[in-house]
T-cell receptor, first 113, second 115 residues
Framework: DAGVIQSPRHEVTEMGQEVTLRCKPI?????LFWYRQTMMRGLELLIY??????IDDSGMPEDRFSAKMPNASFSTLKIQPSEPRDSAVYFC????WGTGELFFGEGSRLTVL | SQKIEQNSEALNIQEGKTATLTCNYT??????LQWYRQDPGRGPVFLLL?????KEKRKERLKVTFDTTLKQSLFHITASQPADSATYLC??????????????FGTGTLLAVQP
């Protein structure tokens, strides 16, 4: 299995631009999570989906952030407009129902200038 | 809300010694607790899961203990090797997350094993 696939691995953009991060979960996994990691705050859960349905988006910082999961094999996290404080590594993770462990992608490092 | 505390200072030990990392939580006791390893520039990788009714779990050179009275988990690596050098993250399930695997992570402890 290829594991969780994220793209792009690195993104450098200017303040105000739209950023779209992509994730392909492991086939057969029912739950998908978006986390953000910074030195100061560690790994923070932004949003998660069960069977493609958003369950809890209480971690999404503000309306500039949105996430979708149109089907079981694809999810996006969009930031519009981006700001320098959004600079972080964004991780996508998936898990099959009931096992507990998360399978993480390699992350998308975002730098907003 | 739940707070997870891991030693923010790096842990430096000699090769061959046992490394012990600590994870403390402040509020509710989770149904289970997990440990992950993260290498620079990579995503976290699952290591071990221990449930609230388990006191100890082992996997090769790894051992995890879970004390719900102390609200603490200890993570041990015996016969440590330089290849064990990484950041180790503790994670707890969120009981308000519904019937799913919603995890809250600590900020991690950096382990450096010197040859």
């Amino acid at each position: 299995d290829a594991g969780v696939i994220q793209s792009p691995r690195h993104e450098v953009t200017e303040m105000g631009q739209e950023v779209t991060l992509r994730c392909k979960p492991i086939s057969g996994h029912n739950s998908l999570f978006w986390y953000r990691q910074t030195m100061m705050r560690g790994l923070e859960l932004l949003i998660y989906f069960n069977n493609n349905v958003p369950i809890d988006d209480s971690g999404m910082p503000e309306d500039r952030f949105s996430a979708k999961m149109p089907n079981a094999s694809f999810s996006t996290l969009k930031i519009q407009p981006s700001e320098p404080r959004d600079s972080a590594v964004y991780f996508c993770a998936s898990t099959p129902w009931g096992t507990g462990e998360l399978f993480f992608g390699e992350g998308s490092r975002l730098t907003v200038l | 809300s739940q707070k997870i505390e891991q030693n923010s200072e790096a842990l430096n030990i000699q090769e061959g010694k046992t490394a012990t990392l600590t994870c403390n939580y402040t509020n509710y006791s989770p149904a289970y607790l997990q440990w992950y390893r993260q290498d620079p520039g990579r995503g976290p990788v699952f290591l071990l899961l221990i449930r609230e009714n388990e006191k100890e779990k082992r996997k090769e050179r790894l051992k995890v203990t879970f004390d719900t009275t102390l609200k603490q988990s200890l993570f041990h690596i015996t016969a440590s090797q330089p290849a064990d050098s990484a950041t180790y993250l503790c994670a707890l399930d969120d009981p308000y997350g519904g019937a799913t695997n919603k995890l809250i992570f600590g900020t991690g402890t950096l382990l450096a094993v010197q040859p």
